[in-house]
């Protein structure tokens, strides 16, 4: 990361507070890779108009479209009056990353989110309400502007990794290397392929 705090400028002010806060707009509505591969994936302009095709926060600027979401317009050449695209003035929104990691430090949000969020709600204490993702990025939900909320360092990371205790019952994950134990106890043969070594990502990330 870079440090805890860090709060760049973003070329749209967009508000979780306002999305994930009031109107409850679920994370992975937005970040749908956070829970199926590595990355979080920041969400396409097509994606905020699946709501502000419509939602227009007129109200709030005396009838005139809100500044920040004909921003969006503008990104995706769409001409609000006629409803119209013109794809000769798009341009893409340059987002400023945030959560920033080392090229050489691996991180899987999936992992985390999926196999781990029982084991992270229960060490982080998260109410049954919050999604697993407040465990590192922070009560989100109250963020008028992101932030990076944890430090996101390799101690901090580490700690963690020390003090969760793993729910392993019912996890085929788990369930698995006891398998491979028990072969092992056998005098089985074990290949690495058998533990995962033909999983393209253990090479390629």
Same mark, same amino acid.
């Given at each position: 990361g870079v440090h805890t705090g860090?709060?760049?400028v973003?070329?749209?002010k967009f508000s979780h507070e306002l999305h994930a806060g009031?109107?409850?707009?679920?994370?992975?509505f937005c970040h749908s890779g956070a829970f199926k591969s590595k990355n979080s994936?920041?969400?396409s302009?097509?994606?905020?108009?699946?709501?502000?095709?419509?939602?227009? @926060?007129?109200? !709030?600027?005396? =009838?005139?479209?809100?500044? /920040?979401?004909?921003?969006?317009?503008?990104?995706?050449?769409? %001409?609000?009056?006629s409803m119209t695209y013109d794809k000769t003035k798009e341009k893409p929104i340059e987002w400023v990353r945030v959560h920033n990691l080392p090229d050489f430090a691996y991180f899987n949000h999936s992992q985390h989110v999926v196999?781990?969020?029982? @084991?992270?709600? !229960?060490?982080? =204490?998260?109410?049954?309400? /919050?999604?697993?993702?407040?465990?590192?990025?922070?009560?989100? %939900?109250?963020?008028?502007?992101i932030y990076q909320y944890s430090p996101l360092t390799m101690?901090?990371?580490?700690?963690?990794?020390?003090?969760?205790?793993?729910?392993?019952?019912?996890?085929?994950f788990y369930d698995k290397i006891i398998e491979a134990h028990e072969k092992i106890k056998k005098g089985e043969?074990?290949?690495?392929?058998?533990?995962?070594?033909?999983?393209c990502g253990k090479c390629h990330y």
């Open positions: 860090y709060q760049p973003q070329p749209i009031t109107n409850k707009i679920d994370c992975q994936t920041i969400p302009a097509n994606v905020c108009m699946n709501c502000h095709k419509s939602v227009q @926060a007129t109200e !709030k600027y005396d =009838g005139e479209i809100s500044p /920040e979401i004909q921003k969006i317009y503008n990104a995706l050449g769409y %001409d609000p009056a196999v781990g969020e029982e @084991a992270i709600r !229960k060490e982080k =204490g998260l109410k049954p309400e /919050e999604p697993v993702c407040f465990a590192c990025h922070g009560p989100v %939900d109250t963020m008028e502007e101690k901090w990371c580490v700690n963690c990794h020390k003090d969760t205790q793993l729910e392993v019952k019912g996890n085929a043969k074990i290949t690495p392929a058998a533990l995962g070594g033909l999983e």
